[in-house]
């Protein structure tokens, strides 16, 4: 959410550098410049809300070495076939800076032996490849520049 306040300062600052120059028209300007905005802030919501609802109820515990998925469903780390880690460019280079506020979104994604797909997200923790690491699993990562997980 940093880099979503700080695109939004830097908008800001775009339009008031438009509103001073007298070369643009201002009205366009404006119009575009909150376009712009207000499609990154769509993105943005769209991801944070769909992040929520998929991980909303897990649980890992790598002591008892389970995940648990509502409070009826547990599954196990030796039920776990392969770990698919997706992550945003600047995650997997380990940037410092993110840029866009997609830069912070990634989850991991479990599938089980029977087929079975759960979802753990960076709302749940801030580094997910360090925490699915302990279960043990050969980990695939793939990189995508928004980390959605219906695709």
Request: charged residues 20%; positive net charge.
């Amino acid at each position: 959410m940093k880099a979503l306040f700080y695109n939004t300062i830097g908008f800001s600052a775009a339009a008031y550098y438009f509103s001073k120059s007298d070369t643009y028209d201002n009205s366009t300007t404006y119009l575009i410049l909150f376009l712009i905005w207000l499609l990154i802030l769509v993105i943005v919501s769209a991801l944070h809300i769909d992040y929520f609802f998929k991980s909303r109820t897990v649980e890992i515990d790598t002591s008892s070495k389970f995940i648990a998925f509502d409070q009826h469903e547990r599954i196990y780390f030796n039920q776990i076939k392969e770990i698919t880690l997706v992550i945003p460019p600047a995650l997997y280079r380990k940037d410092p800076v993110n840029v866009s506020p997609f830069d912070d979104y990634h989850y991991a994604r479990f599938v089980t032996n029977d087929g079975k797909s759960y979802f753990f997200t960076c709302l749940l923790s801030q580094n997910v490849e360090k925490v699915v690491i302990q279960i043990g699993v050969p980990l695939q990562i793939k990189k995508r520049l928004i980390a959605v997980t219906f695709f």
